[in-house]
């Protein structure tokens, strides 16, 4: 397998010292991805989390097609365009009720970025003097200043530190802890926070912690209390990857904000939009142009993207869609157990179609050398998975099937053997 060096190109998350080259992919089709040497790699992780039907799902790829035919992009100052139109139409039907307004943008981070001026936006032109952002520890919302503060402070972000604003921080609600959680969330939303912002039911970038749906709607008690604007960060696990649709659901909660981006094409192409309750947009409306809300970017809602969504929402219409999400959740959760007694791992677990369990090695954080060591020890096994320093997580197209993830779950034992047992 041969590597591109000598590249201009600075790749994201990479030292370069550490990892010199990297794989050219030439061809994607399903699970798979082909380089150009003919070298072919399961992607086991979604290609960071966005395919999720299957990479080139025809249906997407085809609406991409058509709409390069008529138009390309716009500026969305002014003008619209109908697929903009129809997909925004489409997302208020299917998100939980109350979010009754979409706001375009071009990634994640952008998208809570976007939450974050929003509610900061509603408690000013209403002349309240609520600014303090309330985040929950571990998080990790994204690249941009708002969202970096909004992170956990780790090795991502700490040589910027001068630019972050003070973010108030709740404990992460391990299990038999939650109690603590919402005590110490009650406290900031009492003195009068003006957001709370979570990833629901799972922490993607901050190691794949996951909690309870009944903590997450206790969550959202909490801040209806108080009046804290509730912002759901669903940019990972919207579009089914906790097993339902959008993870909210499976608390039944109607967040204030809610941020969606990776799955809302199915992968194919960057958009984002940020979500929000009808309150939140007449904040924002008035004679007063300065209390406009100010924000943009030259591609909102550029209308490829838009019209490969609206496909991507098409194929969760087909009555195999929900489907195939139960059954790889069951796939999941089989091959997850053969390491529930292995005292190599801990803290094995599944959420709707993630699997994620931690190596026992001594040293474990994201920057530790062990993860590099593992994304060389998959790829050479031929796989696309990427662990969060020692913890290692599955998280596949829908498409995916038993044969494929055998592939990868017995590499994760192999790496055990290797790495795990060495340690000990």
């Not at 596949?396 to 060495?422: H, K, M, N, W």
Request: aromatic residues 10%; negative net charge.
């Amino acid at each position: 397998m041969s590597l591109v060096a000598n590249s201009p190109v600075w790749r994201p998350f990479t030292q370069h010292a550490l990892q010199p080259g990297a794989y050219k992919i030439v061809h994607a089709e399903g699970a798979w991805l082909t380089a150009e040497d003919g070298t072919r790699f399961l992607d086991a992780i979604s290609s960071w989390w966005v395919i999720t039907h299957g990479h080139r799902r025809p249906e997407i790829m085809a609406a991409i097609r058509r709409q390069t035919e008529t138009l390309d992009q716009i500026i969305f100052a002014g003008f619209t365009h109908e697929p903009a139109e129809a997909l925004a139409r489409r997302l208020v039907e299917i998100t939980q009720p109350g979010l009754d307004y979409v706001f375009y943008s071009d990634s994640g981070s952008t998208a809570v970025e976007v939450a974050i001026k929003m509610a900061l936006g509603f408690w000013r032109n209403r002349g309240a003097d609520r600014r303090r952002i309330v985040a929950l520890e571990h998080a990790y919302h994204g690249d941009t200043v708002g969202t970096m503060s909004a992170g956990a402070r780790s090795v991502f972000n700490a040589p910027y530190e001068p630019l972050l604003f003070d973010v108030a921080r709740v404990p992460f609600p391990s299990s038999g802890a939650e109690q603590e959680t919402l005590d110490a969330l009650e406290s900031h939303c009492r003195a009068g926070a003006a957001a709370f912002i979570v990833e629901p039911l799972i922490l993607g970038a901050g190691g794949m912690l996951t909690y309870g749906a009944q903590t997450l709607a206790e969550m959202k008690r909490v801040c209806e209390r108080h009046e804290t604007l509730f912002i759901a960060d669903e940019v990972m696990t919207g579009f089914g990857r906790t097993g339902s649709l959008f993870a909210c659901e499976q608390a039944g909660v109607a967040p204030d904000i809610a941020c969606y981006s990776k799955g809302l094409t199915g992968g194919a192409v960057p958009l984002a939009v940020t979500m929000c309750r009808r309150e939140i947009f007449e904040a924002h409306y008035a004679q007063d142009r300065a209390r406009a809300f100010f924000h943009s970017s030259s591609f909102t809602a550029n209308p490829i993207g838009c019209a490969a969504a609206l496909a991507n929402l098409d194929v969760w219409e087909h009555a195999d869609a929900r489907a195939r999400l139960a059954n790889l959740g069951a796939m999941q959760a089989e091959r997850a157990a053969r390491f529930a007694q292995d005292r190599r791992f801990s803290a094995v677990r599944r959420l709707g179609t993630i699997v994620a369990l931690d190596l026992d090695v001594p040293e474990s954080g994201y920057a530790a050398t062990l993860g590099l060591d593992l994304i060389r020890f998959f790829n050479a096994r031929r796989l696309l998975l990427r662990p969060l320093g020692a913890t290692v997580y599955v998280l596949p197209p829908y498409c995916v099937t038993g044969a494929e993830l055998d592939l990868a779950y017995d590499a994760i034992e192999a790496a055990a053997d290797q790495f795990a047992s060495r340690a000990r």
